[in-house]
C-alpha cells in the first residue's frame, strides 16, 4: 500500500473515533505495531512511525490536538477536525436502493436565496452526485426514500428553511423520469 493511501486509511479509521468524543484509543500489539479500534468495534494495524506521523500531519494542521504528555497517543478533536469530519460525512452520504421500488417519488424543492449562492449550488452538486435528476434548476427527483439524507444535507447547509422535500405518486412528467431512472424496465404508468 502507497503512503498516501496508507495515511487516508488511517485518517478514516481515526476522525470517525475522535468524532463521537471518545479519546483516540491507540494499543501496542507488538514492537512498532499500534492497533486502533473503530467505531464498528473492527481493528486497524499499522506500522508505528506511519500512525505517528499521520497523527501528527492533523494535529499540525489543526484537525486534532493532543491531551497529555507528547509520548502518549491521545488524541482529541478540534472545532477544524469536527468541521472536517463533517464535510466528509455529506460527502459520503448516498440514497439506498431498496430491492423494490415503492411507486413514490421524492422531489427535493427548493427556492434559495441569492445570498445563499454558494449553499445553493453545493445542494444542487450534491442532489446530482446521489443520482437526483432535475425536472428544474430547484426541483429535483428521485425514486427512493431520502429524508434523513436530505435532512442532513440542508442542515449542514443551514437551507432547511428554504427546502421542502415531497413524496408523491403522480406528477407531469413522470414517465420521462421513470425512463431516465429504470432504463430496462417498461414504462407505463401502473
Not at 475522535?18 to 491507540?26: E, F, N, P, Q, T
Not at 497517543?73 to 455529506?90: M, P, Q, S
Not at 423494490?100 to 442532489?127: H, T
Not at 427546502?163 to 401502473?190: C, E, H, N, Q, W
Request: proline fraction near 4%; include cysteine; aromatic fraction near 10%.
Amino acid at each position: 500500500m502507497d503512503k498516501t493511501k496508507l495515511k487516508h486509511t488511517i485518517t478514516k479509521v481515526v476522525l470517525p473515533v475522535l468524532g463521537i468524543g471518545v479519546l483516540l484509543a491507540v494499543a501496542l500489539v507488538a514492537p512498532n505495531v499500534v492497533q486502533i479500534l473503530d467505531i464498528n468495534g473492527a481493528k486497524h494495524r499499522f506500522a508505528r512511525h506511519r500512525a505517528r506521523r499521520c497523527l501528527a500531519h492533523l494535529k499540525k494542521r489543526g484537525y486534532l490536538q493532543q491531551k497529555g504528555k507528547r509520548t502518549d497517543w491521545n488524541y482529541v478533536l478540534t472545532e477544524k477536525g469536527r468541521e472536517l469530519l463533517a464535510r466528509k460525512n455529506i460527502a459520503d452520504i448516498q440514497v439506498p436502493e431498496p430491492k423494490r421500488w415503492d411507486g413514490n417519488w421524492r422531489m427535493v424543492i427548493f427556492d434559495i436565496p441569492e445570498n445563499y449562492k454558494k449553499a445553493r449550488n453545493a445542494l444542487r452538486w450534491k442532489l446530482r452526485q446521489m443520482g437526483f435528476r432535475y425536472l428544474n434548476l430547484s426541483v429535483w427527483v428521485h425514486p427512493y426514500e431520502c429524508r434523513d439524507q436530505i435532512n442532513a444535507i440542508v442542515e449542514y447547509y443551514d437551507v432547511g428553511r428554504f427546502v421542502r422535500l415531497l413524496d408523491v405518486v403522480y406528477f407531469d412528467g413522470m414517465d420521462d423520469m421513470k425512463r431516465a431512472f429504470f432504463p430496462s424496465r417498461k414504462t407505463s404508468i401502473s
